[in-house]
């Protein structure tokens, strides 16, 4: 329910279907080729007309200087074809003189363009030069965690993309110079229950290193007192 709150909220005609993701998008395929509903999904390929925008949007907060990567979490790939195609369209007019390097990074369980990526794109045409990396759940998760540590507050896609840009720089293709941008798809309040999960500890098989659960204390002075003194040095003060 947490990823259906917003448009809930906002009075959209919301259905809840008893299948997965490919279900959905056959019965909405369905549905609109018999009702007057337009069809704003993925398999719509004018939406990423509206989604290459992000593109543009990057190249004018850096004041239209390219950055030299740009890392979007990658699922069914309209994403990462939209930044392709608004990165293009900008070069084609002379508003910047090339195209950041792209990255599209990919969860481990969903990863086809990863691993056609590994085959060494042999009969992949024409090739733009980008990269394709995958990232575990436990990757993911961790990386979630640590951003939000700073206050940013990402979604688990998100942390797909973190999840990249640290293996790029660790391994020296993204250099300590280099200018990347991570686009983030969605905010943190769609994923609550997973970040419960994670802080918690109750991910089957995930060790959770950077899991921040609330300290249980009894409700006296002394006990707080106590729990204050073991977590932070506060003897400098007395």
Excluded at 33 to 45: G, K, M, R, V
Excluded at 210 to 236: I, R, T
């Amino acid at each position: 329910m947490a990823q259906l709150v917003q448009p809930i909220a906002n009075g959209a005609f919301v259905l809840s279907l008893d299948t997965d993701f490919d279900g959905c998008m056959r019965l909405v395929r369905e549905v609109t080729s018999e009702l007057p509903i337009y069809l704003a999904n993925s398999l719509n390929s004018l939406r990423l007309e509206g989604q290459k925008m992000a593109a543009i949007e990057i190249l004018q907060q850096f004041d239209w200087e390219v950055p030299d990567w740009v890392i979007v979490p990658g699922g069914n790939l309209g994403n990462i074809y939209a930044f392709y195609k608004g990165f293009h369209m900008c070069k084609e007019l002379g508003l910047v003189d090339r195209i950041p390097r792209l990255v599209c990074a990919q969860a481990a369980n969903t990863n086809p363009l990863y691993l056609h990526f590994q085959s060494g794109w042999e009969d992949f045409s024409p090739n733009p030069n980008g990269v394709v990396k995958e990232a575990t759940e436990e990757e993911l998760m961790d990386a979630m965690a640590q951003a939000d540590a700073t206050g940013m507050f990402i979604c688990p896609h998100t942390g797909v993309a973190l999840t990249a840009l640290v293996k790029l720089r660790n391994s020296g293709v993204i250099k300590p110079t280099d200018r990347a941008v991570v686009v983030s798809t969605a905010h943190g309040l769609k994923f609550t229950q997973s970040k419960i999960d994670y802080h918690s500890k109750a991910i089957p098989e995930m060790a959770c290193k950077l899991a921040n659960p609330p300290v249980n204390v009894k409700a006296d002075f002394g006990s707080v007192m106590d729990v204050f003194f073991e977590f932070f040095d506060f003897f400098e003060f007395f």
